[in-house]
């Protein structure tokens, strides 16, 4: 089935920092989506991206869908201690049914 | 964005009962969704809850087991029959962006600790 993975699992950055994270595929996805979950919350959406090549900002955070449709990217300038959080992306699926896959997270913890 | 409360938001219940959790967003909405994270894990889904017909399941998750209802466009239920210890994680229920773009919002989430 689709899956996807996402890189770094885990990282440790210095406030101020800029973070990059990676989601990639061997199947190709219409849709990808960027989540950030808090402890004790559901995932909030932070950006969502429809075309491969498109560039999207939110804020200090920019994503982009990858050109082979089987990647995705986010990140994050100037991390501040509010962007500790887990990092998914979804990917819409292409194999007949409307569902997202979702990755497997990337915990970001910011040193202050 | 559609706006979701779930109930309840957390629960521990004991093995061999059943919890019913549920989902009210405040518009109506086409698709609902029901996920299972487990602790330390990423989203899984568990079925598509659809308005007046049988919820469509993943595999590995069965009706007998997680039935779902979805009596109109703005209100589902999972229940989580017959529990066990690894039924314990938390449940959350999305909703379709039901504005011509394929986004997904999601609830709180309810925290289930079967013992």
Do not use: H
Not at chain 2, 7 to 13: A, E, F, G, L, V
Not at chain 2, 55 to 68: L, M, N, Q
């Amino acid at each position: 089935g689709q899956q996807l993975n996402q890189s770094p699992q885990s990282m440790f950055i210095q406030e101020g920092e800029d973070v990059s994270m990676n989601c990639t595929s061997s199947s190709i996805f219409n849709t990808w989506l960027w989540y950030k979950q808090d402890p004790g919350e559901g995932p909030v959406l932070l950006i969502a991206l429809y075309k491969a090549g498109e560039l999207t900002s939110n804020g200090r955070l920019t994503a982009q869908f990858g050109i082979t449709r089987k990647d995705s990217f986010l990140n994050i300038s100037a991390s501040i201690p509010s962007d500790v959080g887990i990092y998914f992306c979804a990917g819409l699926s292409t194999s007949g049914t409307y569902k997202y896959i979702f990755g497997t997270g990337t915990r970001l913890k910011v040193l202050a | 964005s559609a706006v979701i409360s779930q109930k309840p938001s957390r629960d521990i219940c004991q093995r061999g009962t059943s919890l019913t959790i549920q989902c009210q967003v405040d518009s109506q909405v086409t698709m609902m969704f029901w996920y299972r994270q487990q602790p330390g894990q990423s989203l899984t889904l568990i079925a598509t809850a659809n308005q007046g017909s049988e919820a469509t399941y993943e595999s590995g998750f069965v009706i007998d087991k997680f039935p779902i209802s979805r009596p109109n466009l703005t209100f589902s239920t999972l229940t989580v029959s017959n529990m066990s210890p690894e039924d314990s994680s938390i449940y959350l229920c999305s909703v379709d962006s039901g504005q011509g773009a394929d986004t997904q919002y999601f609830g709180p989430g309810t925290r289930l600790t079967v013992l």
